[in-house]
């Protein structure tokens, strides 16, 4: 008998099959799901079988099971939130991470895991344009890097005041202050809630009318100190690379200083901005942001690796370690070589090092810059092409790859709230061709389509069809 058994070989093969086809059927299918949540139900939430079944079978009834269910974001005419698609070495790398099932905690538990996950992390600094000293986490997507950098945060600044959050806990602690922008993610109050930090000790300065952070409204911030004594209460500032509504950058150069001269330590919400940093074209927009104090980012958004991937990286590395290591004595430390579970949060972990490894041997710098100037230019023609048809308006024209529309309610008197209305009718009637899919947010009290381009897939045809979709809805609705 041979280790791989005729139904493990017939599960595998039918599954590579199975990926094929569904990603070639992307071409055709519609984007938005069709099934519905009884029908999905009836499919998969099934009892708990007492008997087993082949391998093979259980990926038959699975593939069967999704259909109908899945979102279209694995192709090229997906536009909502900000999700992309993954490169074929990627994924492919993807599956062998699988088949390879290593835990990629410790060196001793996977040395190769360790090394292309170091090399991922160097790679990554030198694209972004991060000090190549910064120490570096691979977790599940950006905000578990937030997590991982503000717990290192919370360390280094804690400690500047005599206090070892690691030893003594919260309680008690000076309590840490934290400023940001109106336009700050909400996944930066869940990573600092799951740190002990509660939505209190948060203040939300008010961004201009360009998305950014005013460098005067933040030096008045830092300078009004809400707590009397003698020292500025410990603050952490988080700055925007790229918000999620215009995609618009924080003035890292005047910011920055401001908030180190007052003792803050700086993060950076870099989640699909910082990969500006890889296009000539739109690197400008990160200037000074490599004098931050920590950066967090994504991989499975605009550097198209399958989910779940994200980066943390921290400027200097010993309050990074200090909120994270782990040591007990049944591990294996190792002394020269990385052992990831140093600088993450989690303890046994999937070798996601890989499928980062993958995407950037695969795209190389050109590559990547290739990518983020491509889909910035594809997000700039899609707002321009559908906000020129009748009806529609552009709110925000992006500066990299999202921007914002908004549908106008032709009625004679209509207002404010009607456009709101018409612009949701409008984005669930695009959606409902099933050839383009985008979702909508709400930006300075107005609802917006946002138009988020983040796939490698997204080619000229796919931009043309979305414009079809618009047409298409603004019509049927007119
Ligand atoms: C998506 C996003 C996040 C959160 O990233 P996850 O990978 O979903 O955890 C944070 N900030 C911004 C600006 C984002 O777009």
Same mark, same amino acid.
């Given at each position: 008998?041979?280790?791989?058994?005729?139904? %493990?070989?017939?599960?595998?093969?039918?599954?590579?099959?199975?990926?094929? /086809?569904?990603?070639?059927?992307?071409?055709?299918?519609?984007?938005?799901?069709?099934?519905?949540? +009884?029908?999905?139900?009836?499919?998969?939430?099934?009892?708990?079988?007492?008997?087993? $079944?082949?391998?093979? !079978?259980?990926?038959?009834?699975?593939?069967?099971?999704?259909?109908?269910?899945?979102?279209?974001?694995?192709?090229?005419?997906?536009?909502?939130?900000?999700?992309?698609?993954?490169?074929?070495?990627?994924?492919?790398?993807?599956?062998?991470?699988?088949?390879?099932?290593?835990?990629?905690?410790?060196? +001793?538990?996977?040395?190769?895991?360790?090394?292309?996950?170091?090399?991922?992390?160097? @790679?990554?600094? %030198?694209?972004?344009?991060?000090?190549?000293?910064?120490?570096?986490?691979?977790?599940?997507?950006? /905000?578990?890097?937030?997590?991982?950098?503000?717990?290192?945060?919370?360390?280094?600044?804690?400690?500047?005041?005599?206090?070892?959050?690691?030893? /003594?806990?919260?309680?008690?602690?000076?309590?840490?202050?934290?400023?940001?922008?109106?336009? $700050?993610?909400?996944?930066?109050?869940?990573?600092?809630?799951?740190?002990?930090?509660?939505? *209190? /000790?948060?203040?939300?300065?008010?961004?201009?009318?360009?998305?950014?952070?005013?460098?005067?409204?933040?030096?008045?911030?830092?300078?009004?100190?809400?707590?009397?004594? #003698?020292?500025?209460?410990?603050?952490?500032?988080?700055?925007?690379?790229?918000?999620?509504?215009?995609? *618009?950058?924080?003035?890292?150069?005047?910011?920055?200083?401001?908030?180190?001269?007052?003792?803050?330590?700086? &993060?950076?919400?870099?989640? $699909?901005?910082?990969?500006?940093?890889?296009?000539?074209? &739109?690197?400008?927009?990160?200037?000074?942001?490599?004098?931050?104090?920590?950066?967090?980012? #994504?991989?499975?958004? @605009?550097?198209?690796?399958?989910? #779940?991937?994200?980066?943390?990286?921290?400027?200097?590395?010993?309050?990074?370690?200090?909120?994270?290591?782990?040591?007990?004595?049944?591990? !294996?430390?190792?002394?020269?070589?990385?052992?990831?579970?140093?600088?993450?949060?989690?303890?046994?972990? =999937?070798?996601?090092?890989?499928?980062?490894?993958?995407?950037?041997?695969?795209?190389?710098?050109?590559?990547?810059? %290739?990518?983020?100037?491509?889909?910035?230019?594809?997000?700039?023609?899609?707002?321009?092409?559908?906000?020129?048809?009748?009806?529609?308006?552009?709110?925000?024209?992006?500066?990299?790859?999202?921007?914002?529309?908004?549908?106008?309610?032709?009625?004679?008197?209509?207002? !404010?709230? !009607?456009?709101?209305? =018409?612009?949701?009718?409008?984005?669930?009637?695009?959606?409902?061709?099933?050839?383009?899919?985008?979702?909508?947010?709400? @930006?300075?009290?107005?609802?917006?389509?946002?138009?988020?381009?983040?796939?490698?897939?997204?080619?000229?045809?796919?931009?043309?069809?979305?414009?079809?979709?618009?047409?298409? +809805?603004?019509?049927?609705?007119?």
């Amino acid at each position: 008998m041979t280790s791989v058994t005729s139904a %493990e070989r017939a599960a595998l093969a039918r599954a590579a099959e199975l990926a094929v /086809q569904y990603l070639e059927g992307l071409e055709r299918s519609r984007v938005a799901p069709t099934a519905t949540l +009884a029908g999905l139900r009836a499919r998969l939430a099934t009892p708990l079988a007492e008997e087993g $079944m082949a391998p093979v !079978e259980v990926v038959d009834a699975l593939a069967r099971g999704v259909e109908g269910g899945l979102q279209g974001s694995a192709g090229g005419r997906f536009y909502g939130w900000v999700i992309g698609a993954g490169l074929p070495a990627a994924l492919a790398s993807d599956w062998l991470t699988s088949a390879w099932d290593q835990n990629a905690g410790l060196y +001793a538990c996977s040395p190769a895991a360790a090394v292309a996950e170091e090399a991922a992390g160097d @790679w990554l600094k %030198e694209l972004l344009g991060l000090p190549a000293s910064a120490s570096f986490a691979l977790v599940t997507g950006c /905000q578990m890097a937030h997590a991982t950098c503000l717990a290192a945060a919370r360390h280094a600044l804690l400690a500047r005041r005599g206090w070892d959050v690691g030893v /003594q806990g919260l309680a008690g602690s000076p309590p840490i202050r934290v400023l940001s922008s109106s336009e $700050m993610h909400g996944t930066t109050l869940r990573s600092l809630r799951l740190l002990g930090i509660g939505s *209190a /000790q948060l203040e939300l300065l008010p961004a201009g009318d360009d998305a950014r952070l005013a460098p005067a409204t933040l030096a008045a911030a830092l300078a009004a100190r809400p707590a009397a004594g #003698d020292h500025p209460p410990p603050t952490l500032v988080v700055l925007q690379a790229g918000d999620v509504n215009c995609g *618009a950058f924080d003035d890292f150069e005047a910011l920055v200083p401001i908030a180190h001269a007052a003792g803050a330590w700086v &993060h950076v919400d870099g989640a $699909m901005g910082l990969w500006a940093a890889a296009s000539p074209a &739109h690197r400008h927009l990160l200037r000074g942001v490599a004098a931050a104090d920590s950066w967090a980012t #994504d991989g499975h958004k @605009w550097l198209n690796v399958p989910y #779940d991937c994200g980066y943390a990286f921290v400027a200097d590395p010993g309050p990074h370690r200090a909120s994270m290591a782990a040591r007990a004595s049944y591990l !294996e430390h190792a002394t020269e070589a990385r052992d990831a579970l140093d600088w993450t949060p989690e303890h046994s972990r =999937r070798a996601r090092g890989f499928a980062t490894w993958a995407a950037l041997r695969e795209l190389g710098r050109r590559g990547v810059a %290739e990518l983020v100037a491509r889909n910035c230019r594809q997000a700039g023609e899609l707002v321009e092409r559908i906000g020129a048809l009748r009806g529609a308006a552009i709110v925000a024209r992006p500066q990299i790859n999202q921007g914002l529309l908004r549908f106008l309610d032709g009625a004679a008197g209509a207002g !404010e709230a !009607e456009h709101d209305r =018409r612009t949701d009718a409008v984005i669930a009637a695009i959606n409902a061709t099933g050839e383009a899919f985008f979702t909508g947010s709400t @930006w300075h009290g107005r609802r917006c389509m946002r138009v988020s381009v983040s796939s490698w897939r997204t080619s000229a045809s796919d931009l043309d069809r979305a414009v079809a979709a618009a047409a298409d +809805a603004l019509a049927r609705l007119a």
